[in-house]
T-cell receptor, first 112, second 111 residues
Framework: EAGVTQFPSHSVIEKGQTVTLRCDPI?????LYWYRRVMGKEIKFLLH????????ESGMPNNRFLAERTGGTYSTLKVQPAELEDSGVYFC??????????FGNGTRLTVT | GQNIDQPTEMTATEGAIVQINCTYQ??????LFWYQQHAGEAPTFLSY????GLEEKGRFSSFLSRSKGYSYLLLKELQMKDSASYLC????????????FGKGTKLSVIP
């Protein structure tokens, strides 16, 4: 069974640019989550999809972040325009209902 | 809100036993996860405790006391490959399945 895959693994962009991160969950997992870890801090929840619907987006930092999951399969997280404080590792995770989360390897975003 | 505390770093000897503690303060609590994360890799699921007591799974065991807001992860017969960060995460269970993570404990296993 393929795990959660994320693309790209690394991204370096300049402040003000746009970046789109992609996550492919494990096949059949209705639940998809985005988390973020900034330097020196703990992993923090961003949002949760159930199929194509946003179940909880209380962790999204501001309106520069837009997550989509059209069709209920893969998801994208767009940051526009990127700021320096957006640097960190962005993790995607997926799960079946009432089951443990399976994480991807993350996308390391560096904003310069 | 939720607050998770765990030691930043620990060192233990190959073949020994190590216990990683985690305390939590939460406004809503429905369970406690432990994840292992090697550098540059995905956090991988180790255990999930909902009820008080000890859950054993091979060399790894996890304990939960809901009344004390306390959990620990016990690793036996340590191997060099167990060197990793161990993340404690509380699950609110309040509709959304979001986890609140601690900063992680970096375990170094030495010969």
């Amino acid at each position: 069974e393929a795990g959660v895959t994320q693309f790209p693994s690394h991204s370096v962009i300049e402040k003000g640019q746009t970046v789109t991160l992609r996550c492919d969950p494990i096949s059949g997992h209705d639940n998809l989550y985005w988390y973020r870890r900034v330097m020196g801090k703990e992993i923090k929840f961003l949002l949760h999809f159930v199929k194509e619907s946003k179940q909880d987006e209380s962790g999204m930092p501001n309106n520069r972040f837009l997550a989509e999951r059209t069709g209920g399969t893969y998801s994208t997280l767009k940051v526009q325009p990127a700021e320096l404080e957006d640097s960190g590792v962005y993790f995607c995770a997926s799960s079946l209902t009432n089951s443990p989360l399976h994480f991807g390897n993350g996308t390391r975003l560096t904003v310069t | 809100g939720q607050n998770i505390d765990q030691p930043t770093e620990m060192t233990a000897t190959e073949g020994a036993i190590v216990q990683i503690n985690c305390t939590y303060q939460t406004s809503g609590f429905n369970g406690l996860f432990w994840y292992q994360q090697h550098a540059g890799e995905a956090p991988t699921f180790l255990s999930y405790n909902v009820l008080d007591g000890l859950e054993e799974k091979g060399r790894f065991s996890s304990f939960l006391s809901r009344s004390k807001g306390y959990s620990y992860l016990l690793l036996k017969e340590l191997q060099m490959k167990d060197s990793a960060s161990y993340l404690c995460a509380a699950y609110s269970g309040a509709g959304s399945y979001q986890l609140t993570f601690g900063k992680g404990t970096k375990l170094s296993v030495i010969p």
